[in-house]
């Protein structure tokens, strides 16, 4: 389960998660200051907490390449929508900068996008060993 590399990647994209969820990412310096973090507004906490648990359950998934594969298209699917989300917040408060927490946000769908191939090539090579019995 843990030798393969796709669980590796699954495993940062869920830490990666936690942490957007966790630490501000997005902050304003104005007299007002404000620090917007994942749990700031209820429709990024459901994603982000949602997308978190789907990241480490898909390492289990590890029996069934296929379902792994889809189960974290679907996540990465979510993780456009967080995306989206943040983007709203943000452009929301203009005149504010993103924090160092936020290439964790922008890790996500990196780390994703990199279990996804490495779940199809495992796929692929268990295909072409099954091929030559």
Do not use: H
Not at 18 to 44: D, H, K
């Amino acid at each position: 389960m843990i030798q393969r590399i796709q669980s590796i990647w699954l495993l940062l994209a869920s830490v990666a998660a936690f942490i957007v969820l966790r630490f501000p990412f997005y902050y304003t310096p104005t007299p007002n200051s404000l620090e917007i973090a994942g749990s700031s507004s209820t429709g990024t906490l459901i994603t982000l907490a949602f997308s978190a648990c789907l990241s480490a359950i898909s390492i289990f998934l590890y029996g069934n390449r296929m379902l792994q594969l889809k189960v974290t298209v679907v996540n990465f699917l979510l993780s456009a929508l967080i995306g989206f989300l943040i983007y709203r917040i943000s452009a929301s408060n203009p005149g504010g900068g993103f924090t160092l927490f936020s290439i964790a946000f922008f890790a996500m769908p990196l780390l994703q996008i990199l279990a996804i191939v490495k779940i199809y090539k495992d796929e692929q090579l268990v295909k072409s060993a099954e091929r030559l019995r």
